[in-house]
């Protein structure tokens, strides 16, 4: 062998021997416990699995190191003050640097509003609120489109079907909840149509038959309702107790299983679910096949229709650190995130802007979706008006 080539042989080896296998952890800030865990804690879940398929595939790779992801999980209750806490403890005593979740509006805009300067970068997954996009943070991104955007495409849908008279049960002291019925009603006015009545509830509460009482009185053509699963699911069922025989249309994102602790299939019949065309099982994509069967197995229960955001978001932080090529330079990285083209691992239907995953606001979009319950199981019908470019050119003009 030439000398120039044992050189090189040798420096191979020493390259070899120096390639290290690393940890990187990553953190997750959620609703584990409580009303919102419906949502956060498979969104946790999915993360979790999504790590651990990355190390069964070798890792991420940044230069000659390869790095096993380690997720490090908070409960935040959905409650700002313990988000916020939950974030300081993985930044500050965990040395976390990128942070993961986050399901619930009022945690996330807690977090989000000091995340800025922080030397981190934040995933947020299923919040709704819009202004969690508008402040134009450049270390943050979102997988779940703003409710709004999902909110005129569902009053369009429900106009279509003719109604003019909607009657509106929801709650309506949640800004995100609120700003889906205001696009709602602008859409259904241009049909023709009108809301005739808002009536609130608080997410704690489990009996609306004094609203639902009020609201047959005025005989609405369909009823809407916006909140947490639970209540819905509450709604759902008092309304069929009172003899209350109009569409029901929500906006809700909750399994079959959710539902069914609370009502019957019967009870649930005909009644349609105006949402991000998240993962159903029965509308899902190849990866959404896999990704239902795989947490199933893993958890002992189907995944919320919502967790794949965040399982996406993993992805997506898995291929942004390899196309930033550190794991240190968190500016790098979130930079990356706003050039990344949607992953091939990911669940959702993601619309892209420009040929990217997020948009100059770190915003993603996937279509909306028509589901409408038929025989115990959520069915897709149809996809809803949903123009991403369009809705992302809006939302550069809010501060």
Not at 321 to 344: M, N, Q, Y
Not at 352 to 377: C, E, H, I, L, R
Request: charged share 20%; proline share 4%.
């Amino acid at each position: 062998m030439k000398l120039g080539t044992l050189a090189a042989a040798f420096a191979l080896a020493g390259t070899a021997a120096f390639a290290a296998e690393k940890t990187l952890d990553i953190g997750v800030s959620d609703a584990l416990t409580g009303g919102a865990a419906v949502y956060g804690l498979p969104q946790a879940n999915a993360v979790k699995m999504a790590a651990e398929e990355i190390n069964a595939a070798g890792g991420i790779t940044v230069g000659d190191d390869t790095y096993m992801l380690n997720v490090i999980a908070y409960d935040d209750k959905a409650n700002p003050t313990e988000a916020s806490n939950s974030v300081r403890k993985l930044l500050d005593r965990d040395g976390v640097k990128f942070i993961l979740g986050f399901c619930c509006s009022g945690a996330t805009g807690a977090v989000a509003s000091f995340i800025e300067n922080e030397d981190a970068v934040m995933l947020v997954g299923n919040a709704a609120e819009r202004s969690i996009t508008t402040r134009e943070i450049p270390n943050l991104t979102r997988t779940r489109p703003p409710a709004d955007y999902t909110g005129a495409a569902a009053g369009t849908f429900v106009a279509q079907k003719g109604h003019k008279k909607v009657a509106v049960l929801g709650a309506l002291d949640i800004g995100f909840y609120a700003s889906y019925v205001d696009a709602f009603e602008k859409e259904l006015e241009k049909a023709g149509g009108e809301i005739i009545t808002r009536e609130s509830f608080g997410l704690k509460d489990r009996d609306m038959t004094p609203q639902l009482t009020k609201i047959r009185e005025l005989g609405p053509d369909a009823i809407l309702v916006v909140g947490y699963v639970e209540p819905a699911a509450f709604i759902y069922r008092q309304a069929v107790e009172l003899g209350i025989d109009v569409p029901r249309y929500g906006f809700t994102s909750g399994s079959e299983e959710q539902f069914l602790r609370v009502a019957t299939s019967e009870q649930m019949e005909g009644v349609w679910d105006l949402r991000p065309t998240e993962l159903t099982l029965l509308s899902a994509s190849d990866n959404g096949i896999a990704y239902h069967k795989n947490y199933s197995e893993k958890y002992g229960i189907a995944p919320s229709p919502s967790s794949p955001y965040a399982y996406d978001q993993t992805y997506a932080l898995k291929d942004a650190i390899e196309a930033a090529g550190t794991v240190e330079d968190t500016e790098a990285v979130a930079a990356a995130l706003r050039e990344l083209p949607v992953p091939d691992e990911v669940v959702m239907q993601y619309l892209p802007v420009d040929g990217k995953m997020f948009d100059v606001n770190g915003q993603a979009y996937t279509s909306n979706g028509a589901f409408q319950w038929q025989n115990g199981n959520w069915v897709f019908v149809q996809d809803l008006p949903s123009d991403a470019a369009a809705y992302s050119a809006f939302l550069s003009t809010i501060d």
